[in-house]
């Protein structure tokens, strides 16, 4: 095989396929969306069940049973963590959503680790503890703010007014449990409906990105995207190859000038080869296929 053939089989092609897209939501992200609430509510759940009966869940806090005064406080305190590294899988695999909402859900699970590792004492509570807890709450209150989706279709309860109206009364529990913490009857109902609430909003967005469909890409060379786009790149790209099949070959520059031999390594030099082979000058030229 010729010098020439080897040089016009190394031509650039532009890309024609499809690019391959990431999902919006991964299937893992999803899961770990679904577990957060299931593993909140069913901790304070179980651990209330263990305390003792001068323990009212209409007044205390979760809190208080991840105190050093609770009652198999590791309960509690391991439904936390968990809680606190489902957010974070979940921020990485929310890949539909803005960056600014993914970082505001990590600073949410760092936050619910904060929690967990700064437990209130036997009375009263700490300054660490206290500042991990506003912080985690105010985050994921305001969370559903940014978690609009990147690109379109977005689904409506993703939407503009609907992530307005999910964090407006997102704020509202949350102006409720602070109202509750100054001497309110019923602070322990506050926060565990308020934590209930925020920590199912996740997984509802992360199933509305899964089910919402993404439209197709175009091909990697710019396209407008769609499946007629990719099919037409596909068939230039056989154009393509059927023109390095017909590409002429030859030892050294053809006489005659030799213009095709100049423009091997340029794009459109596989057109040069075509209309050079097929001139009535040069059909039989030496150095040609075909030629005597």
């Given amino acids: 095989m010729s010098t020439a053939h080897w040089q016009a089989r190394r031509l650039t092609i532009p890309a024609a396929w499809p ?74 695999g929310l890949t539909g959503i803005r960056a600014s909402a993914r970082a505001l859900l990590i600073v949410a699970g760092l936050a619910g680790i904060g929690i967990a590792a700064s437990p209130d004492p036997a009375s009263g509570a700490t300054p660490q503890h206290l500042a991990w807890t506003t912080l985690g709450a105010v985050t994921i209150a305001v969370w559903p703010a940014f978690a609009a989706p990147r690109t379109s279709p977005r689904p409506l309860i993703l939407s503009v007014c609907g992530s307005a109206a999910v964090t407006a009364v997102f704020v509202a529990l949350l102006g409720w449990l602070f109202t509750e913490t100054r001497d309110g009857s019923v602070l322990g109902l506050a926060e565990r ?61 053809p006489a005659g000038g030799g213009a095709w031999w100049r423009c091997a390594g340029r794009p459109g030099a596989t057109r040069w080869a075509a209309r050079y082979r097929h001139s009535p000058a040069t059909r039989s030229g030496p150095g040609l296929r075909g030629s005597p």
């Fill in 19 to 92: 690019v391959r897209s990431n999902p919006a939501a991964h299937p893992w992200a999803i899961i770990s969306a679904a577990l957060a609430p299931i593993l909140l509510t069913g901790d304070y759940l179980v651990a209330g069940a263990l305390q003792p009966a001068s323990y009212s869940p209409m007044r205390t806090t979760i809190s208080a049973m991840a105190g050093q005064a609770g009652t198999d406080r590791w309960i509690m305190t391991g439904g936390i963590f968990l809680v606190a590294g489902c957010y974070l899988v979940t921020a990485a």
């Fill in 193 to 253: 409906l308020t934590s209930s609430i925020q920590t199912c909003w996740p997984f509802i967005t992360a199933v509305a990105l899964r089910r919402t469909r993404r439209p197709r890409p175009g091909p990697a060379t710019g396209g407008s995207g769609g499946a007629m786009d990719g099919a037409t790149a596909r068939a230039r790209a056989r154009g393509r190859r059927q023109d390095w099949r017909d590409a002429p070959t030859h030892v050294g520059p």
